[in-house]
Nanobody
Framework: QVQLVESGGGLVQAGGSLRLSCAAS????????MAWFRQAPGKEREIVAR????????VYADSVKGRFTISRDNAKNTVYLQMNSLKPEDTAVYYC??????????????WGQGTQVTVSS
């Protein structure tokens, strides 16, 4: 099973930027679609962005479109989330996972600890 470790979160003012990283184990990283999720207090986990195995296809939630950019480095088994123009409503614990998309995103990895992102107004 794919193991995942997220990092890069922190406290930032509204309008600021952060770059999250997710390191994945395993030799089949490039075969998986990777996705970033977030979970705010009292809310369900939601998908934020996903990227195909080759990196050629990216899809974003409407709430982050134009502000967040997902990318990956298959040589480093790492996926990134560049977050710009952050808003207080982006405050959440951010997670990544591996999987595939079939109408919905099906995860195959173990959920990591996540990384906390807090945006102050």
């Amino acid at each position: 099973q794919v193991q995942l470790v997220e990092s890069g979160g922190g406290l930032v003012q509204a309008g600021g930027s952060l770059r999250l990283s997710c390191a994945a184990s395993g030799r089949t990283f490039s075969s998986y679609t990777m996705a970033w999720f977030r979970q705010a207090p009292g809310k369900e986990r939601e998908i934020v962005a996903r990227i195909s195995g080759s990196g050629g296809v990216t899809v974003y939630a409407d709430s982050v479109k134009g502000r967040f950019t997902i990318s990956r480095d298959n040589a480093k088994n790492t996926v990134y989330l560049q977050m710009n123009s952050l808003k207080p409503e982006d405050t959440a614990v951010y997670y990544c996972n591996a999987g595939y998309y079939s109408g919905t995103f099906v995860t195959v990895g173990s959920w990591g600890q996540g990384t906390q992102v807090t945006v102050s107004s």
